[in-house]
């Protein structure tokens, strides 16, 4: 059985062409025009209505308070929705090379780079959030309201007063420093090895490579579940759940196996990584399967707990996005269980599926497609209640956010031979075959 | 053709050949029981008399002789369960998900895990049968059609669900270790010398006769089990807990719960397979199969699998604070520093800081402290489960009903007879079942061996040898 293997050569420079990169800076203008086209439309046209919904929210929710200025609420929630999303995607490629050496993974090592690529785009989102947090972050924060705090203050909340330890300004931008600062240190540990794995050889850099892995999981064992609680459970400040952080991260992650799937196929149909085989095609594809069922069941789990014990402070996370808010959230809500689950399962279950250039395609946009949305009903019912919706301006965030992504990707990609040379494993993986 | 990086560590020493496999692990099947094991048989089997007495008592007596109260009404019954079923997730993790993953060095200990699994999960069946009371009644847990009137199982209690998803692990683990046992009946039905034995091992060998058609059913049925067990393993124990979540007790309802109660079972499971194998290796003299190099992955799945709950205790007690709930936030504090601190810090220092000097690479291939954390890591999970459940209930919403639970010898006797049990079966399995699986380990026997003899290997392990870099011993 296929003992007549022709290994195609391991020498492959990626170039990012002049042509990739206007149609990556046309994507992104246009993107730039649609929010901006969108925000004057809110501004003037549906500004009104929308204040007048935002009041209505205001008085009839809890966690409500957003007085004024609803369609720059519904900028800064999309931006944060997006840098959010795309810091996952990008933490996740980190994340997958660090569980790789943990396990001693050989199969992976001749796409390594893809996910090795990613957490480039670590500093954008980090910065965005940093600068999103001071300039928009009443407006997405509810705890940031200091007579929140103060008993004289007829906003005075007892709830929020108790969890002040940890939600406060201070406490939150040094997490948010931290969680940036250390995922993006480590990576460049990472990629500085593979590098120079590149140039030298050894087995140096790949033993140091798994040391600093290993300090990665470690890390991201506790930043995982205390950013997600940061970033987006604090958002709806009352409520809480003790799944959130694995949740998130199931999220997080399946949405960045999508994306190395995606590039591994789409950089395959540019005459790149000529030696990943239809093994390796489709063991990404169960991976991207799998997690995506793994998602399922926290989402799952989480939601029926909560539904079973139908206790009130808890339910109300999923009554507002189910019927609160005139109903506005149900459809993502559905949306992002079809295309995070239904579709994904049923069209990656075939063997043959998961090497099949198209049907990869087709199941990790939605994947992708439908974790935007796991976010989108996260986050938005919390910041801009009812004055959310789908129109330009979140289409042209996530044109932004995902042409500045692959730009940077593309050039990082474009840095190195696309295939690690001298890694130990190399080998096994050219060899990968499973069938 | 398939490659083996030279920084892979081999997983079977002693330059064995295929037919050295065989004679190994056949031995002990082979001959007659040694005197070790007469003398381990005999103890496991005066346990299990005893426990069996007091589980007898228990029946002709009823639960009251059990130190339940009015406020704790579940406590080492459910606790002794929860740890058993725990235990028992090993094996199928082990033979299905390694599977799945490809994990060469799951082949010399998946036989005897997923043994452990059967017997582990009949271990715990037998207190859902206990806590009962009347055990001849166990049958209205099923949706049998009746004449009772009204009686009918309430699909909406967690407690149904346990019973469908405990079942269907059992009889999928039951299968997928019978079916993996078949090429090796054969190969004992092929050796046997007398008729008795010849025609038993050939009754379940059930007409294998090693053709390329018989192992490609072999190989194509093993990976559908996998596929199918899966998301069982996870299933189980996701429904054990949420037997805890779906309540509005606190300290029982967190959403964290079903992969939290995951991440523990697999813990728990393997440190017992880590007892079991450091034993079994050393009375079959299995040393070159059950490498140091299995005990380290099996360490380090320990230590993964440890801090995974670890960062769950940390989520819950955190979240416990950060809600703002007051009786949540009591459950917590009276956990740690209420009359059963000290079964909380047992769970604590047992179950999350002792499996961390598994970062120690001395420590984790040392086989007396791996068998000694083993230990403790199985102390700890019971004491997590006595945790969740004694000091959730004992002090309720009503302060006039705050009451203590001390277990009575029956309470101890019944758990003593889970013991028995066990390793009655467990013995029993070790002397009339091959404890390795000889075909799967002559499967990469090729690819990972330590130094295969040339005239089995064909092809010259010309890099592996002469430049071992997987060694990191100092030479």
């Known amino acids: 059985m296929a003992s007549v293997h022709s290994i195609p050569s391991i020498e492959e420079q990626f170039e990012f062409t002049s042509d990739a990169k206007r149609r990556l800076l046309i994507g992104g203008a246009i993107g730039l025009v649609l929010v901006i086209g969108g925000a004057f439309l809110l501004a003037s046209g549906g500004g009104h209505e929308a204040a007048h919904h935002g009041a209505e929210h205001a008085a009839g929710s809890h966690d409500g308070g957003h007085e004024g200025g609803s369609w720059m609420t519904r900028i800064w929630a999309n931006i944060w929705l997006n840098a959010v999303y795309f810091t996952g995607i990008s933490v996740v490629g980190m994340f997958f090379m660090s569980y790789n050496y943990l396990a001693q993974a050989g199969w992976s090592v001749v796409f390594k780079r893809i996910p090795e690529a990613m957490p480039a785009f670590l500093p954008v989102t980090g910065v965005i959030m940093l600068v999103t947090f001071f300039l928009g972050g009443h407006d997405l924060f509810h705890w940031t309201h200091s007579d929140l705090y103060d008993p004289a203050s007829e906003h005075f909340d007892p709830i929020i007063n108790g969890k002040k330890g940890f939600l406060n300004t201070p406490f939150f931008l040094i997490r948010l420093v931290i969680y940036f600062v250390a995922w993006y240190f480590l990576w460049r540990v990472l990629r500085n090895a593979s590098l120079q794995e590149d140039e030298i050889g050894g087995l140096d850099n790949y033993n140091k490579s798994v040391k600093y892995g290993v300090t990665f999981l470690v890390i991201f064992a506790v ?35 999508a994306v190395i799937t995606l590039t591994v196929v789409s950089l395959r149909e540019k005459g790149y990584l000529k030696a990943v085989n239809s093994s390796h095609l489709r063991d990404l594809g169960k991976f991207v399967f799998a997690f995506s069922i793994f998602w399922t069941y926290v989402w799952f789990a ?60 087709v199941a990790c946009w939605s994947v992708l497609i439908g974790h935007y949305f796991d976010f989108y009903t996260n986050i938005m019912p919390g910041t801009v209640g009812a004055s959310g919706g789908f129109g330009p301006v979140e289409f042209g965030f996530i044109l932004l956010f995902a042409c500045s992504f692959i730009w940077f990707v593309s050039a990082q990609l474009a840095k190195a031979n696309l295939i690690p040379k001298n890694h130990p494993m190399l080998e096994e993986s050219l060899h990968h075959d499973i069938a | 053709m398939h490659v083996t990086s030279p920084v892979r560590p081999p997983l079977i020493t002693g330059g064995k050949t295929y037919a050295d496999v065989t004679e190994d692990i056949c031995r002990q099947v082979e001959g007659k029981p040694t005197k070790q094991w007469m003398i381990a048989f005999t103890i496991s089997v005066i346990v299990l008399i005893y426990g069996t007495a007091c589980l007898f008592w228990t029946w002709w007596e009823g639960l009251g002789v059990w130190g339940l109260n009015k406020t704790v009404g579940w406590a080492w019954d459910i606790t002794n369960f929860v740890w058993w079923v725990g ?99 054969a190969t004992i039905r092929d050796r046997a010398q007398s008729k008795v034995s010849r025609f038993i091992y050939g009754t379940f060998a059930m007409g294998w006769n090693g053709s390329a058609k018989t192992w490609s059913r072999y190989e194509y049925i093993s990976l559908i089990l996998a596929g199918l067990s899966t998301p069982l393993v996870l299933s189980v124990h996701t429904i054990v807990s949420m037997d805890f979540a779906t309540s509005v007790i606190p300290g029982w309802h967190t959403t964290i719960f079903p992969p939290y109660f995951v991440a ?212």
């Not at chain 2, 099996?298 to 801090?307: P, Y």
């Not at chain 2, 709930?325 to 079964?343: C, K, L, M, Q």
């Not at chain 2, 000097?357 to 402290?369: D, E, G, M, P």
């Open chain 1, 223 to 257: 930043t995982s579940s205390t950013s997600a609680w940061d970033f987006v459970m604090s958002i709806d400040t009352h409520w809480f759940s003790t799944m959130f952080g694995w949740y998130t991260l199931a999220s997080w992650h399946v949405a960045g196996l």
């Open chain 1, 302 to 361: 989480q939601f029926l707990l909560i539904y079973y014990a139908n206790l009130p402070e808890e339910t109300i996370y999923y009554k507002e996005r189910f019927a609160g808010f005139g109903g506005i959230y149900k459809a993502p809500f559905f949306i992002s269980l079809f295309l995070n689950f239904f579709f994904p399962f049923l069209v990656l279950m075939t063997r043959d599926a998961k090497a099949t250039h198209s049907i990869l395609k």
């Open chain 2, 87 to 185: 235990i028992g997730h090993a094996g199928t993790l082990i033979s299905a998900i390694l599977l799945l993953f490809r994990q060469k060095w799951r082949t010399s200990i998946n036989r005897a895990a997923e043994a452990m699994t059967i017997f582990a999960v009949l271990c715990a069946a037998s207190f859902i049968l206990m806590h009962m009371g009347r055990p001849w009644l166990a049958y209205w847990a099923l949706p049998l059609p009746n004449a009772f009137g009204s009686l009918w199982v309430n699909f909406n209690s967690p407690l149904v669900w346990d019973v469908f998803a405990i079942s269907t692990y059992f009889s999928v683990s039951l299968v997928f270790w019978y079916i993996g046992l078949i090429p090796d009946l």
């Open chain 2, 264 to 475: 523990g079972a697999i813990f728990s499971g393997f440190a017992m397979v880590q007892n079991l194998m450091l034993i079994t290796r050393v009375v079959y003299r299995l040393e070159d199969y059950i490498t140091l190099e299995h005990i380290e992955s099996m360490n380090k799945v320990i230590t993964l699998t440890g801090s995974i709950v670890g960062v769950a205790y940390l989520t819950e007690f955190f979240i416990a604070w950060y809600s703002g709930v007051e009786y949540e936030s009591y459950a917590f504090i009276n956990r740690a520093t209420g009359p059963y601190w000290w079964a909380y810090w047992a769970m604590m220092t047992c179950n999350v800081i002792s499996p961390q000097l598994f970062w120690s690479r001395k420590l984790r291939r040392s086989v007396t402290w791996t068998f000694f954390i083993s230990v403790i890591v199985n102390i700890g999970m019971w004491f997590e489960r006595f945790v969740i459940i004694v000091t959730s209930l004992h002090r309720d919403y009503l302060p006039s009903s705050w009451a203590m639970f001390s277990p009575t010898r029956y309470d101890i006797g019944d758990y003593i007879f889970s013991f028995g049990l066990f390793f009655t079966l467990f013995l029993l399995f070790s002397k009339y079942l091959p404890v390795i699986n000889m075909a799967e380990v002559k499967a990469v026997i090729k690819s990972s061996s330590e130094k295969l003899p040339q005239k089995v290997s064909g092809v010259a392990k010309a890099q592996r040898i002469s430049n071992p870099s997987f060694n990191k011993d100092p030479q």
